[in-house]
């Protein structure tokens, strides 16, 4: 019997294609586009909180205990608080209501949202933090506040915000809050 189908040289052959395998993911996953981790990083973490529970959440208090949150964050980092854009509030109302149209997370049409809310309020800059199936104001706070690219839009030089929170059918509640920065006059 040659040394090919020995059971050691299978074993090391093995490892060898499960390393290759493994580095080819790692470098894969370092290398994609920060949009498109951004929306796996959000899948996984609203995937994994109460995917397939019935909840009952007040979507008005959430969105001003969520907002409160935020601004809290902002503040113990020297951040500057939010002010709440309320003109802007129908762009992520009807973004949360796509999302859930589609059943799933995204950013679809952020382009011509943002343009939209810009020339509404002179923004000069926006941003979005979009998820799902959170229970709490708390929880959801947590995972942007895990997650690199929520917690770098969180974070970031804004002036204004406007938060939506939207239930689907089964009472789970989508989040959409886009951040924005106006120029003071």
């Not at 299978?10 to 470098?27: D, G, H, P, Q, S």
């Not at 996984?44 to 001003?64: C, G, H, R, W, Y």
């Not at 979009?130 to 002036?159: C, I, M, P, Q």
Request: net charge negative; glycine share 4%.
């Amino acid at each position: 019997m040659g040394c090919q189908n020995h059971p050691r040289s299978i074993a090391l052959k093995m490892k060898r294609v499960f390393y290759t395998l493994w580095l080819t993911v790692a470098v894969v996953g370092l290398t994609m586009c920060s949009k498109s981790s951004t929306i796996e990083e959000e899948k996984a973490i609203a995937e994994s909180f109460l995917q397939n529970e019935k909840m009952t959440v007040d979507p008005e208090e959430m969105e001003s205990e969520l907002v409160n949150l935020v601004n809290e964050h902002r503040s113990s980092i020297g951040a500057t608080t939010l002010q709440n854009s309320p003109s802007s509030y129908v762009h992520a109302k009807d973004h949360n209501n796509y999302m859930i149209s589609k059943n799933k997370l995204s950013h679809d049409n952020f382009d011509a949202r943002a343009s939209k809310i810009a020339s509404e309020i002179d923004a000069v800059k926006v941003s979005e933090n979009v998820a799902r199936y959170y229970s709490t104001a708390e929880k959801t706070l947590e995972g942007w506040l895990n997650s690199s690219t929520h917690k770098t839009t969180l974070e970031g030089d804004f002036t204004h915000t406007t938060l939506s929170v939207q239930v689907d059918k089964d009472g789970r509640p989508y989040f959409t809050q886009i951040f924005m920065k106006v120029e003071a006059q």
